[in-house]
């Protein structure tokens, strides 16, 4: 395969980050497709992805279609599509997808060479979906891992290329955990694409019987209950410590409670300890981070 003849599709951090693994070792597309740029923040100010801020810096040129039919001429006949002279004019070997955003057609998967391929951060056919990397530490899983399948129409249902396994320690966070999942994923990638192009690559059916789903990830999932389960509560402040982190609302006078009569206080860091949730630092809605001590 040539190491530049293929496109790679993806928007979020956790994309340009497997870019740069790619780049490291030898492997640039020669198109990227990302999002387009979107409002962010309070502010609402136009912000260009991440993607789109690599491909910039790395001067790889990339398109940001809003729909398939803005797509479709530059990934399919390049001959005659606007950047005709990328890759020689050849159709493309393979279409590497990563936290794209959108789901693409059986018509444009089958195009290149060798299909499409994916990484996704669980071991399919468990967490198909937007938050697997959350679910895995939410349901307090001790084990997840990486999984490149051949994409198909159907969500994370393609059959599986390559996986690879890894322990989930009982005090590491999802943003720990995403960046290590990257970085295996990246590097199991850079593994298997020569024997893809060979051809040696046995692809396994994924058991659909055994398949769970996870969904995206809202603001309001990271209320705390402080009344429950202290593991349910620690997992969940694990999970969602960068996003949307976890939250309670004070009682009017300030003392801590379940109910939405209050603020929002937001946990920003607690431990598991003799099998009670404890809660150390928190942000009230000062806007400054306080020890959990001193609120109230």
């Known amino acids: 395969m040539n190491k530049s003849n293929f496109a790679f599709f993806g928007t979020p951090d956790v994309a340009s980050e497997t870019l740069q693994i ?11 497709i990302t999002s387009p740029d979107k409002p962010q923040g309070r502010k609402m100010l136009i912000t260009p992805p991440p993607v789109k801020v690599w491909a910039e810096k790395n001067k790889i040129p990339y398109i940001q279609p809003e729909n398939q039919a803005e797509l479709l001429p530059y990934v399919r006949h ?15 070997d393979l279409f590497i997808i990563v936290a794209y955003g959108k789901i693409l057609p059986e018509e444009i998967l089958n195009i290149p060479k060798y299909g499409s391929i994916n990484i996704h951060y669980s071991l399919l056919p468990k967490y198909r979906g937007a938050s697997p990397v959350e679910s895995a530490i939410l349901n307090g899983d001790t084990e997840t891992g990486i999984t490149i399948q051949k994409m198909t129409y159907k969500m994370d249902s393609g059959p599986i290329i390559a996986t690879e396994k890894t322990a989930i320690p009982p005090d590491e966070k999802a943003p ?12 199991l990638l850079i593994k298997i ?26 603001k309001e999932d ?6 429950d389960d202290a593991v349910k509560n620690y997992n969940k402040f694990r999970a969602y410590a960068h996003w949307p982190r976890t939250f309670f609302f004070s009682a009017k006078g300030g003392s ?15 431990a598991l300890q003799d099998g009670k949730f404890v809660i150390k630092k928190v942000i009230p809605e000062s806007g400054k981070e306080i020890d959990y001590k001193n609120f109230g």
């Open 176 to 187: 720990e955990l995403r960046t290590r999942l990257i970085k295996i994923g990246g590097e």
């Open 256 to 270: 801590a409670s379940g109910g939405k009569d209050g603020k929002r206080i937001i946990v920003t860091d607690a």
């Open 222 to 227: 990271g209320l705390l209950d402080l009344d």
């Open 78 to 92: 390049r001959g005659n599509s606007p950047m005709s002279d990328i890759g020689e004019g050849k159709n493309f």
């Open 193 to 218: 694409l020569p024997d893809l192009a060979d051809e040696k690559i046995k692809e396994v059916p994924q058991d659909e019987s055994k398949a769970t789903y996870c969904a995206k990830i809202k």
């Open 22 to 32: 790619l780049k490291e070792n030898g492997y640039l597309p020669s198109l990227i």
